[in-house]
């Protein structure tokens, strides 16, 4: 494997746990509420900015992974996706870029 993509997948996983071990530790003092999750994320105007250009970078990722599959028939990088919605673009984004760069067989 290249250094490169070792990069790549320390980033990915690091963009999964660190966000994760913040989000946590929010549910464990605020309670398992996804609504007040989202209501915190919009508790100020600062806040609510750094929310949309998350989403819009999600989407534009999204878009992106949607293009270069259909042109590389690289299947497994649409594992990308669902990590990008469900954990966040810190961890979607390299995910993305460690399964684009691998070796073609």
Wanted: aromatic share 14%.
């Amino acid at each position: 494997m290249s250094p490169l993509r070792i990069v790549y997948l320390a980033l990915a996983i690091w963009g999964a746990m660190h966000p994760m071990y913040w989000f946590l530790a929010w549910f464990r003092e605020n309670g398992y509420s996804l609504g007040r999750m989202v209501d915190a994320w919009h508790a100020n105007a600062a806040s609510s900015g750094l929310v949309w250009d998350l989403t819009i970078a999600a989407i534009a990722l999204t878009v992106w992974i949607c293009a270069e599959v259909r042109v590389r028939r690289n299947w497994i990088a649409l594992l990308a996706i669902p990590a990008t919605f469900c954990i966040g673009v810190s961890c979607g984004l390299p995910l993305y870029l460690f399964l684009r760069t691998r070796p073609v067989t």
